[in-house]
């Protein structure tokens, strides 16, 4: 049987990995992922796109975007886009606006996470301005106009024909409804 010396050794070192990775998690995670999905384009994070650059237009070729918003259960918003079917240029700039209501009689903080499927596709989503990873507070009846602008990158492999775009909106962490 092991010494109680030893025993203390191993649930020090155990309890410092856990707070070693507790720490990894929450302060040097978040940062890399929002620098890769930046690079990448994936999570439908905005790409930064230099000033007056612009891609070429595809002429021989057209895309359906798809968007689909939906709101969590906790947030008391109503969320929908201006439109739910679009058919886009690659490197054509498009825009769409998105509307959202805040029903409750108090002010609400929310945030929208993106997806983009398919995933063949989820790198050629270039949005130069969105609403997405920006917390949203909204006062009690409050309505709210957000547009997106965005471009399918014309290296988008030609199989893919559809892509779709989806926003939900989640009410921040550190809110927790009134009753």
């Known amino acids: 049987m092991a010494s109680s010396p030893s025993i203390t050794r191993q649930l020090c070192w155990l309890s410092g990995v856990?707070?070693?990775?507790f720490v990894f998690a929450l302060f040097v995670m978040p940062p890399i992922y929002r620098v890769f999905c930046e690079i990448t384009g994936l999570n439908g994070k905005p790409?930064?796109?230099?000033?007056?650059?612009?891609?070429?237009v595809v002429s021989d070729r057209?895309?359906?975007v798809e968007f689909v918003t939906s709101v969590d259960a906790g947030l008391p918003w109503q969320f929908a886009g201006d439109?739910?079917?679009m058919t886009v240029r690659p490197g054509q700039i498009n825009q769409v606006s998105f509307h959202v209501v805040n029903e409750a009689s108090e002010a609400v903080t929310g945030r929208?996470?993106?997806s983009v499927a398919p995933a063949a596709g989820a790198a050629h989503v270039k949005k130069t301005q969105c609403f997405c990873f920006e917390e949203q507070t909204l006062q009690a009846g409050q309505r709210l106009d957000m547009p997106l602008i965005f471009y399918i990158d014309p290296d988008l492999p030609r199989h893919v024909r559809t892509v779709t775009l989806a926003y939900r909106f989640y009410r921040q962490a550190d809110q927790?409804?009134?009753?």
Not at 176 to 179: E, V
């Open 176 to 179: 927790a409804p009134t009753l």
């Open 62 to 64: 057209t895309v359906t």
């Open 47 to 56: 790409s930064a796109m230099a000033a007056g650059e612009t891609p070429g």
């Open 112 to 114: 929208a996470i993106p």
């Open 83 to 85: 439109r739910r079917v």
């Open 18 to 21: 856990g707070v070693a990775m």
